[in-house]
């Protein structure tokens, strides 16, 4: 097995804060699985597989990186009433899953109320973007520093296999490809006959220190998730916002402002947070599809890619359709595909 990424040429933590072509740069690990509005669907049963193998995934990658732990619970709050009302439906109908309604509070933030995840939360990108790596290294993943510039078939129908040509110009054959290459998917499928477009929406991070506001997090969740904002408290006095809310492949600092100055109200602390670090990545959303795109476009070539806002969420789910497909598994009553 080889996995082809440039970025592995470098270390998890290092290189400039800018924006890539990818979302990891910009994640905050959140995993939303649970509070999840819809009940059916090929997005819920994700969810849900996701949820239910990333305890897994945790207890063995630990032993890799003992510093990687789901941090829990994620409260998101209501906007209004109406919104309170379907929070209330969804912890009634989903007690079994952790899920119950938070009341009118007014520590840490005062609200008319809202919905608390028990196993929802988040996992910090960097440990666990460490914790693959050495994990690939234990069951001997032969890593690739190159990127992939095309895709070409060279078996035959019977024997299909796909060689892999790299800015290194060199051209390695295999049985089967996977491509998660986000953004650059395009261009690796267009020239097979294949159209999966995707466009990019920009990712954004502000590490804020206060200089008003909580003295510490005690009263605090690991996520607090409003008006499509996720809040992520850090030591004290230092805050993670962030949130997916640009179309483009360019970072606004009106947007940054934005974020800050939208939640100014009910947060009012914020207005004077100094903003210690920035930082920025592209997800992939899929067009005139749902995300993500996890499909077998011809024998050996394989899709997974376009998750947009749910990369780290999906992971598990998505490695196991991986998995089956591979090796000719039914996905079982999971149907994910």
Not at 53 to 63: E, G, S
Not at 98 to 113: E, H, R
């Amino acid at each position: 097995m080889c996995l082809y990424d440039p970025r592995l040429a470098v270390a998890v933590d290092s290189g400039p804060n800018t924006t890539e072509r990818n979302g990891s740069s910009a994640s905050l690990g959140v995993l939303m699985g649970n509070v999840y509005r819809r009940h059916s669907g090929r997005g819920w049963r994700l969810r849900q597989r996701s949820m239910a193998l990333w305890p897994q995934w945790i207890k063995a990658m630990q032993r890799f990186e003992p510093a990687l732990q789901l941090d829990s619970p994620l409260i998101q709050l209501a906007d209004d009433d109406d919104g309170l009302k379907r929070m209330q439906t969804l912890a009634e109908r989903r007690q079994g899953l952790g899920l119950q309604l938070v009341p009118a509070m007014d520590k840490p933030v005062a609200c008319i109320g809202g919905l608390c995840s028990e196993r929802d939360g988040r996992l910090e990108p960097l440990v666990l973007q460490r914790a693959l790596r050495l994990a690939m290294a234990r069951v001997s993943v032969r890593k690739h520093p190159s990127k992939v510039l095309n895709l070409r078939r060279t078996g035959t129908n019977r024997c299909p296999r796909w060689g892999v040509e790299t800015d290194r110009e060199d051209c390695r054959d295999y049985e089967a490809v996977v491509i998660c290459t986000a953004l650059n998917s395009e261009a690796l499928l267009a020239p097979l006959g294949h159209q999966r477009a995707m466009t990019p929406v920009l990712g954004q991070v502000i590490d804020l220190e206060l200089k008003d506001g909580p003295a510490d997090w005690t009263d605090w969740p690991a996520v607090l998730s409003l008006q499509g904002f996720n809040l992520v408290p850090q030591q004290p006095g230092r805050l993670l916002l962030g949130a997916t809310l640009e179309p483009g492949d360019q970072a606004q600092p009106r947007c940054l402002e934005l974020m800050r100055s939208q939640l100014g109200s009910t947060l009012p602390w914020l207005r004077t947070a100094t903003p210690i670090e920035q930082w920025s990545g592209l997800r992939a959303r899929p067009v005139d599809r749902p995300a993500p795109l996890l499909e077998q476009l011809e024998p050996g070539l394989l899709l997974a890619s376009g998750h947009y806002r749910n990369g780290v969420l999906l992971a598990p789910a998505t490695a196991e359709w991986v998995e089956t497909t591979l090796t000719d598994e039914p996905a079982g009553s999971l149907s994910i595909s």
